[in-house]
């Protein structure tokens, strides 16, 4: 393609201010909707897993040694929003990332191809530094 033709590609895709601005809101909105969704399911399963992640320093400890105690009078409630909390941003992840990568404008997408030749010239990779060297 030519850079005219590129141009007015980039021409073509513009939109006004108020059209990324409602755009943005309906994704911000489907991802909070994703969230509150899980959040809810977690907070009502808050209880298994607490003792899912408990259950290895019970069986290491006994079950007569691992008695729990809360010092706060809220400590038990802000325990289980907590783990609610993890629980919604890992389960609702996939959700939100999805409207992140959509919210990109096209020509930032890249293609599996070109993300594995980039992440493969980071400097953590070894390659970087073999080459520079």
């Known amino acids: 393609m030519s850079r005219e033709d590129d141009e007015k590609e980039i021409e073509a895709s513009k939109a006004p201010l108020m059209e990324h601005l409602i755009e943005l809101r309906s994704r911000l909105i489907k991802a909070l909707i994703a969230f509150a969704i899980a959040f809810v399911g ?34 038990y409630f802000v325990v289980q929003l907590k783990l609610a909390m993890f629980g919604a941003a890992f389960i609702s992840f996939p959700v939100v990332a999805t409207q992140i990568y959509m919210s990109c404008p096209t020509s930032w997408r890249l293609p599996s191809s070109s993300c594995s030749a980039l992440l493969s010239s980071m400097p953590w990779s070894g390659r970087c530094w073999r080459d520079f060297l």
Do not use: M, Q
């Open 42 to 75: 977690c907070f009502f399963f808050a209880k298994t897993i607490y003792n899912v992640l408990t259950w290895p320093f019970v069986w290491v400890a006994g079950p007569e040694n691992s008695k729990f105690i809360y010092t706060g009078l809220l400590e």
